[in-house]
């Protein structure tokens, strides 16, 4: 197994029963849980150590961001009370971003705090939602609005699970992989912009390398106090338009909406003068030709401010985002007004006309 040391965990690379196997053996946990939703149920549980499998008690919710909300967290934390935990059980949280950053809330906060681990089994939470200890949920349509940061014992990245999911949802953890490289690794994303299907894109290198970006990043400013805001490329109008989507009859996927937020955001670095014109039309051309994006409805603008508004970065009022130009760097702490948001919103909407059928 390939190994990332953060100051105070690892994040393990390989096949997942070995590493749990390893860890377990030199830990002596009162009693081990294991969170997980209907798909990881049946398709990644099976694949964790047999001594998992034989001691732990499983806590199952249902899937989706939609149930990222205090009342799952409600259920969690019944299932462990019910089940007599104490401070000294373990929770393993099996499963994408929404398991993993609730999952580590609950145990962070149940008893004032029990250990977790994450073994994350979607491309989008591998190479970022289980790593840097930002742990929450979603409150009031506003994502990950309440949270805490604490730390897993340990991460397990096993690519093996990859093969579980649909080719939509790889496609859409890829694009915390193109966001990674815009913000900070100009020679990766010259490599991926030459791919023209996900099948060609070796899994374990781009993931080992996405990981060892995130490291260097969270390193530097754990508390996302300053650095750490560069990891919000795309995502000040890319959760706007996913939280708005889900409460429609389309929703999208976190990397579909952060997609469209990266397209926009580019534009405000080239507003900014960050990024030069060519380097805005490749990156939206190539974003635009691998998520295949649905316009944004006009009349819809104001209910996106609203929500960049709530935004958890924003400071005195302003509207805060994290730009890219040229690719490889990134500017944080950058501020628009709402004409010129709804000016890039216009431009993505104007952007992906030549790509419709």
Same mark, same amino acid.
């Given at each position: 197994m390939q190994k990332v040391d953060l100051p105070d965990y690892q994040i393990w690379v390989g096949a997942a029963r070995e590493g749990l196997s390893a860890f377990l053996s030199a830990e002596r946990y009162s009693r081990i849980f294991v969170l997980m939703d209907e798909h990881t149920a049946s398709a990644c549980y099976p694949l964790l150590p047999t001594e998992v499998i034989e001691q732990a008690t499983p806590v199952r919710i249902r899937s989706g961001e939609v149930y990222?909300?205090?009342? *799952? $967290?409600?259920?969690?934390?019944?299932?462990?009370?019910?089940?007599?935990?104490?401070?000294?059980?373990?929770?393993?949280?099996?499963?994408?971003?929404? %398991?993993?950053?609730?999952?580590?809330? $609950?145990?962070? *906060?149940?008893?004032?705090?029990?250990?977790f681990v994450q073994v994350p089994t979607t491309l989008l939470s591998q190479v970022d939602a289980s790593i840097g200890g930002k742990l929450g949920i979603d409150f009031r349509q506003i994502k990950n609005s309440i949270g805490v940061f604490v730390n897993p014992r340990a991460v397990f990245v096993d690519t093996g699970f990859l093969h579980t999911l649909s080719v939509r949802e790889r496609r859409s953890g890829f694009a915390e992989i193109i966001k990674h490289a815009l913000i900070a690794d100009a020679a990766q994303w010259e490599m991926i912009k030459e791919k023209n299907q996900l099948v060609e894109v070796p899994e374990e290198d781009i993931v080992i390398a996405s990981l060892r970006i995130k490291k260097a990043v969270v390193e530097q400013d754990p508390f996302e106090r300053g650095l750490r805001k560069a990891l919000n490329f795309g995502h000040t109008i890319g959760h706007a338009v996913e939280s708005l989507a889900l409460e429609g009859p389309e929703p999208l996927l976190h990397g579909e909406a952060i997609a469209v937020g990266m397209i926009c955001e580019s534009f405000l670095s080239y507003k900014k003068g960050f990024l030069h014109a060519d380097a805005l039309e490749e990156v939206s051309r190539w974003l635009i030709d691998w998520y295949a994006p649905r316009p944004l409805d006009e009349a819809a603008f104001p209910d996106y401010m609203t929500l960049m508004r709530n935004d958890k970065k924003n400071q005195s009022g302003g509207i805060n985002f994290s730009? %890219?130009?040229?690719?490889? *760097?990134?500017? %944080?702490?950058?501020?628009?007004?709402?004409?010129?948001?709804?000016?890039?919103?216009?431009?993505?909407?104007?952007a992906i006309v030549p790509f419709q059928k």
């Open positions: 990222k909300n205090i009342e *799952t $967290c409600q259920e969690i934390w019944g299932a462990l009370i019910a089940a007599d935990a104490d401070r000294n059980a373990l929770l393993i949280n099996l499963g994408g971003g929404v %398991i993993g950053d609730m999952g580590g809330f $609950c145990a962070a *906060t149940y008893k004032r705090g029990i250990d730009l %890219i130009g040229p690719p490889g *760097t990134v500017h %944080i702490d950058q501020y628009f007004s709402v004409e010129e948001i709804e000016e890039s919103l216009r431009y993505f909407n104007a």
